[in-house]
């Protein structure tokens, strides 16, 4: 599991940034074979406001940007990230998408990792299997043979 760099009770931030996740794939393979190591990608945010965040999915996360004219910042090591204001006050979120777990697919193939794990299926961006099958696409392929 390697998500959840900033949490529900913590201050805003990234989900899962790549130079954490990195950092945490360098110590387990370090102690851990690779072989029996799945990443845990997470496709998931939270809206905070105040000292809260609550748990949001992805359509979620943009269609609020959406609603308030908000600019998501996409930013590739970090996740997307924007803020903005309504009646209860002021709101920061972070989310996951297509562009921000493409280079947490790259260290799986970097330290020969035995998979990945998706937490929580149902709300994620639909192009994280774009990303998927573009990353492991032999993988991908024996799986649909297997059907």
Request: no cysteine; hydrophobic share 35%.
């Amino acid at each position: 599991m390697a998500y959840d760099y900033s949490w529900s009770t913590s201050s805003p931030g990234p989900i899962a940034p790549v130079d954490w996740v990195n950092n945490i794939i360098s110590y387990a393979t370090s102690v851990i074979n690779p072989n029996k190591i799945e990443l845990g990608i997470p496709d998931y945010g939270y809206n905070w406001s105040g000292s809260k965040g609550i748990g949001i999915d992805y359509l979620h996360a943009i269609n609020t940007a959406a609603r308030y004219n908000s600019k998501v910042t996409d930013d590739t090591n970090s996740g997307p990230h924007y803020t903005y204001s309504d009646k209860k006050g002021n709101h920061t979120v972070w989310f996951e998408n297509e562009t921000s777990i493409q280079p947490l697919l790259d260290l799986v193939n970097k330290y020969n990792l035995n998979g990945i794990s998706i937490w929580s299926l149902g709300g994620e961006d639909p192009k994280i299997y774009t990303a998927i099958n573009a990353k492991f696409p032999s993988i991908v392929e024996i799986a649909r043979l297997n059907k």
